[in-house]
């Protein structure tokens, strides 16, 4: 019978064998090849943070099971079995599952369990929006319990080999204390390699960390200036803070003698090359008598900021103090007051994103209608758009035709994992389905064309839906006396610039949709200039009567007036980015500085390191004008 001391000491192993799985998982997260070629300190680096990283997040279940031995002591082997073994599963199981989480989410999407992701699990209808199928869910359930096997695998393992052979008669009595020595020493090593290279502008260890999730970096600026090390100083950009000012002044109102209709069609993940006589037919002859914007940019990479930039005429960041206020998009309040019957309609839910607490949170709950209220008899997407559609229709058709209608609808068809009926077939071969946890990053790559071909599938169908939307109007006689509004809420990337889906970065793939807005009376156009999301309100708010002048309610412009966007705002999550003719730099949203942007060309091209810091000097007033457009609509404090 092993005694207590001895038991603790396979607890100990088996700690070092788990971190050995750790370093298998997120060996490659870490970019060795890149690192080397950026020289030996950065590839130094690069195997240090490897080497500490799964130590440092493997800490928290070690002092789990530490803390439990201590304060739950039992002197017989038994109480470890029962208790603290089962504890020391539990506690590293979840703690690879988590690494595990990390790899596939970079792997697929090219980020990591972050605040989104988390907003995701813990927001009603989240987990729903991912598209993921039976298989897909069936295959993580098997993984994580996957994980508590191995883990229970790994220790009896660990507890055979210690009882065959004992302590290896070579390793000194304090091997883990010096072991832990080393690692405590290697991690405040590395963290100081990135204060000296953070303070001096070495930005290859920035790029580096930035691929390692829940890196925990140190700065020590003040300190080693004092030391006389010279500090590379980049301009600082800050967003205003305060409470929401939105609209800055109290809209000035003159209903028109003759109101227009409103039918606003949005969809799912439409990337703006999908706009094709072959893919999208209805759509494009539809906007061959429109106007077509060919350059035209979401306000940001995902759904959220997507409809919000749109509904609003604001930068995305301004969606959290819109939900902490519950306040709605002054266009829908300019529509209501002039007696518009209104109808919102989503394949998805309008729980998430929290659309019925920001942009609809004063539409009454009776006009947004769910996917859920119409999931009978099928719910896969392009079931639930046709279904949709058809209720938009019979809303139109049973109004009051004395009043003004406003209808909205957000089609899901292009979503991962990409829905259409067999006739919406125009490409082969496809995929039957989409099983996330098997792919990894190589399949990924050899399988995207044929994800793709389900994707454009998806696209053609929800065309076809678009198209019923089309020729309804024109049978009823109501294009005359209707706005159309056509968008996608942004695009959707298929690896061209490294990642698949959105809300990773601001690629054009991920950013650029087709655009169609068709006026009563407008000559058809074809516009090349750049447009965004953020134009569509300062665009239609005219037609509705609204005399104030376009800053007092959006950041955008007027297309209508011939008005030219020299530069775009585009937001995620927890980024910005500025983009015009010249340049695209990507930065933290809302937060103080910009130490290390990320500076490419207007299309996404790689720029060496000293064209990089160039650039930035160069927009520096660009980028001061676009911060004051991130703070607008707060009041200042001592205002």
Do not use: C
């Not at 300062?538 to 007027?558: A, E, H, I, Q, W």
């Amino acid at each position: 019978m092993l005694t207590v001391h001895q038991l603790r000491r396979v607890l100990a192993w088996f700690f070092l064998a788990t971190y050995l799985v750790l370093l298998a998982i997120t060996f490659d997260g870490v970019d060795f090849a890149s690192a080397a070629e950026d020289g030996r300190l950065t590839l130094l680096f690069a195997i240090a943070v490897w080497l500490t990283y799964g130590l440092i997040y493997l800490l928290p279940s070690l002092l789990i099971v530490w803390v439990a031995d201590r304060f739950f002591h039992r002197e017989r082997e038994h109480g470890h079995k029962r208790v603290f073994y089962p504890l020391a599963i539990v506690a590293t199981a979840l703690t690879t599952l988590f690494f595990y989480a990390n790899a596939k989410l970079f792997t697929l999407y090219g980020f990591f369990v972050n605040s989104f992701v988390i907003n995701l699990i813990a927001t009603p209808g989240g987990l729903e929006s991912l598209g993921a199928s039976n298989a897909s869910n069936a295959t993580f359930a098997v993984i994580a319990i996957g994980f508590i096997v191995l883990q229970a695998l790994l220790l009896a393992a660990t507890l055979f080999v210690y009882r065959r052979f004992g302590e290896p008669k070579w390793l000194p009595d304090r091997f883990f204390l010096w072991l832990f020595v080393v690692f405590a020493v290697g991690t405040v090593g590395e963290r100081m390699v990135y204060a000296y290279s953070s303070a001096t502008g070495v930005t290859s260890i920035n790029s580096l960390t930035q691929r390692i999730p829940y890196y925990l970096p140190i700065t020590a600026r003040t300190l080693l200036g004092a030391m006389g090390v010279k500090i590379k100083r980049d301009k600082e950009f800050k967003v205003a803070k305060g409470n929401l000012e939105y609209p800055l002044n109290p809209l000035q109102v003159e209903p028109p003698a003759k109101p227009l209709n409103v039918v606003w069609l949005v969809s799912e993940s439409l990337r703006a090359d999908m706009l094709d006589p072959e893919i999208m037919p209805n759509t494009w002859n539809f906007s061959q008598s429109a106007w077509r914007f060919k350059r035209h940019y979401s306000g940001g990479n995902g759904t959220r900021v997507g409809v919000f930039t749109m509904f609003t005429g604001i930068p995305g960041n301004y969606w959290f103090p819109f939900l902490a206020e519950r306040k709605g998009a002054a266009v829908i309040d300019v529509l209501r007051e002039q007696g518009y019957q209104m109808d919102f309609r989503t394949s998805a839910k309008f729980s998430y994103p929290e659309f019925d607490a920001t942009i609809f949170a004063k539409v009454p709950t009776a006009q947004l209608h769910e996917g859920s209220e119409v999931a009978e008899g099928g719910n896969a997407g392009w079931e639930l758009d046709r279904k949709n559609v058809t209720n938009m229709l019979k809303f139109i058709d049973g109004r009051d035709k004395s009043k003004p209608f406003f209808t909205f609808m957000f089609f899901e068809s292009p979503h991962a994992r990409y829905y259409f009926p067999p006739e919406s077939v125009i490409r082969t071969p496809y995929p039957d389905d989409i099983n996330y946890f098997n792919l990894s990053r190589e399949k990924l790559a050899n399988e995207m064309p044929l994800i793709k071909n389900r994707y454009i599938n998806s696209v053609h169908h929800l065309d076809s839906q678009f198209g019923r939307v089309i020729d309804y109007l024109k049978k009823n006689g109501l294009l005359d006396s209707t706005i159309v509004i056509m968008l996608g809420d942004h695009g959707e990337e298929f690896m061209e610039k490294g990642r698949w889906g959105h809300n990773s970065a601001f690629t054009d793939e991920q950013t650029r949709t087709p655009f169609v807005l068709w006026m009563p009376g407008m000559k058809a156009k074809e516009i090349d200039s750049m447009s965004n999301h953020m134009d569509v309100i300062p665009t239609v708010m005219p037609l509705f009567g609204v005399k104030n002048p376009t800053r007092d309610y959006s950041t955008g412009y007027n297309l209508l007036a011939g008005e030219v966007r020299k530069h775009a705002v585009l937001a995620e999550w927890s980024s910005t980015a500025y983009m015009d003719h010249d340049v695209k730099i990507a930065m933290p949203l809302a937060v103080v500085a910009t130490q290390h942007p990320r500076v490419t060309g207007p299309h996404d091209e790689p720029m060496p390191e000293k064209e990089q810091d160039e650039a930035f000097s160069h927009k520096a007033k660009n980028l001061a004008g676009m911060m004051e457009e991130l703070g607008r609509y707060v009041a200042k404090s001592g205002k």
